[in-house]
């Protein structure tokens, strides 16, 4: 469970904002390998801000929740927040701002 909300679900929504937000722009002027590479190193830097931003709010959001063995509950709300919270932003985001802030708009 520790590993599971350490390491790929931090990748996974890192993974989202870098591909799916930035468009995959972040290094567009780069070549392969080394912008896949790149954008690699920048999904787990984005995932791992985003569960260490959610993992100092825990406490304000929900107060102190028990980590480990036997409920996992801080690993099952970190999870669950990432989800809940990061998805509806994103979507926001997309759809009625038109990807702002994450895309250079037009003049």
Do not use: C
């Not at 929504?13 to 591909?19: N, R, S």
């Not at 801000?49 to 970190?78: C, K, M, N």
């Amino acid at each position: 469970m520790q590993f599971m909300v350490t390491v790929p679900i931090p990748f996974i929504f890192g993974t989202i904002v870098t591909l799916n937000m930035l468009e995959g722009s972040l290094f567009k002027n780069r070549k392969q390998p080394l912008k896949g590479l790149l954008s690699a190193i920048a999904a787990v830097l984005i995932g791992t801000g985003l569960s260490w931003l959610y993992q100092s709010l825990a406490a304000i959001v929900t107060g102190r929740l028990h980590a480990g063995p036997p409920s996992y509950d801080f690993e099952i709300w970190l999870a669950s927040a990432l989800l809940a919270v990061t998805f509806p932003f994103l979507i926001i985001s997309a759809v009625f701002f038109n990807f702002w802030p994450f895309r250079q708009q037009d003049s």
